[in-house]
């Protein structure tokens, strides 16, 4: 029995890194944050929760949330949850963003319609206008996406530049 009180106790100081002998260090909104409202430095402070109200995806670094986008309400003092975060939106559904297919010694670049909307690095689907091939493709930048399909139907008024 104590064996294996010693191996939990272990285990979740190797899986929660925060966890103190008080409790777990965690960082939580200083104020009401709106849906959608994108969270800075002086929205946050660090705060103690008892290792009985533990559970995973806790926001333990103030690198997980600063500069993220809310999902939902966040509660001042109230414990955040990673799903509870978002990147802020770069390409929004419906607008009109500039695709990249990058192929050693050619990069390709063509418009296509956003069916989804993300944030840097999340994956949405584009539709090409002119074949109305739909393609994932991953946010780079506002309004930037990168094809990561091994196709990419282009129209024909696609630049074609050289990678130099």
Known sequence: ???????????????????????????????DIARGEVIGDSDLVGGTIPAST?????VTSIDQIKGMEARRMLRAHQIVRADDLR????????SIVTMTFEAPGIVLTASGRAMSEGGIG???TIQNPASF???Q?????????????????VPSTTHVASAH
């Open 1 to 31: 029995m104590i064996l294996r009180a010693f191996l939990f106790v272990t285990a979740l100081l190797m899986a929660y890194p925060a966890f103190a002998a008080d409790g777990m260090h965690v960082i939580v909104p200083s104020r």
């Open 122 to 124: 999340d994956t949405v």
């Open 133 to 135: 091939r739909q393609i």
């Open 137 to 153: 493709a991953v946010v780079t930048g506002p309004g930037a996406v990168r094809a990561t399909g091994a196709t990419l139907s």
């Open 87 to 94: 990147h802020p939106v770069l390409v929004q559904k419906g």
């Open 54 to 58: 533990v559970f995973t995806g806790i």
